[in-house]
């Protein structure tokens, strides 16, 4: 089955600078990868997805990228905000089931 | 529209005990998943159900079992609890079946086992 390696599992950055999460999947019938925010308490939400016929995708200042090759794909959140701090979870699906990553703490220090 | 609702919000049980969560979906949507949050394992999935039916299993043992009742409305059992089924078991919703849909998570059930 699919597995999905998520890094970093903490990241801290301060308020204006760039963050990046990376994830690797195993199997290469993946074809969907969305990315879910999922801040203290409540319930992940989906920010931004990105299917296998797509290298980038952006959506203001969040972007994702996806490397069908090395079957790698990462989110980049450009000018972070203290309301950016959450876990975020990567997933990879070829069409069944999601499978997650880890999840990445990111912390933005204002 | 009311968002995915789930009851209850928090359970304390004993191991050996059973326990069932329920999931309402958003208005329209057919497909409920299950996944199960632990500090450790991250999200993981359990089940999916659509028009009734489970269309794909996650690697949990047989104890966890589900079904879904004709207004998709969800149930999630576990029987025979562990320690280790202490976790936030949240359920999600989605237009239609598959994981190429959006899912919409529920606030989540926090079970404990003692």
């Known amino acids: 089955g699919e597995n999905v390696e998520q890094h970093p599992s903490t990241l801290s950055v301060q308020e204006g600078d760039s963050a990046v999460i990376k994830c690797t999947y195993s199997?290469?019938?993946?074809?969907?990868f969305p990315w879910y925010k999922q801040e203290l308490g409540k319930r992940p939400q989906l920010i931004i997805d990105?299917?296998?016929?797509?290298g980038e995708k952006k959506d203001q200042r969040i972007a994702v990228t996806l490397n069908k090759t090395a079957k790698h794909f990462s989110l980049h959140i450009t000018e972070t905000q203290p309301e950016d701090s959450a876990v975020y979870f990567c997933?990879?699906?070829?069409?069944?089931?999601?499978?997650f990553g880890g999840g990445t703490r990111l912390m933005v220090k204002p | 529209k009311a968002g995915v609702t789930q009851t209850p919000r928090y359970l304390i049980k004993t191991r050996g005990q059973q326990v069932t969560l329920s999931c309402s979906p958003i208005?329209?949507?057919?497909?409920v998943s299950w996944y199960q949050q632990t500090p450790g394992q991250g999200l993981q999935f359990l089940f999916e159900?659509?028009?009734?039916?489970?269309?794909n299993k996650g690697n949990f043992p047989g104890r966890f079992s589900g079904r879904q009742f004709s207004n998709s409305r969800s149930e999630m059992n576990v029987s025979t609890l562990e320690l280790g089924d202490s976790a936030l078991y949240l359920c999600?919703?989605?237009?239609?079946?598959?994981?190429?849909?959006?899912?919409?998570f529920g606030p989540g059930t926090r079970l404990t086992v003692l």
């Open positions: 999600a919703s989605s237009l239609e079946a598959g994981a190429f849909n959006e899912q919409f």
């Open positions: 997933a990879a699906t070829a069409g069944n089931m999601l499978t």
């Open positions: 159900y659509f028009s009734e039916t489970q269309r």
């Open positions: 199997d290469s019938a993946s074809n969907y």
């Open positions: 208005s329209g949507h057919r497909s």
């Open positions: 990105i299917r296998s016929n797509v």
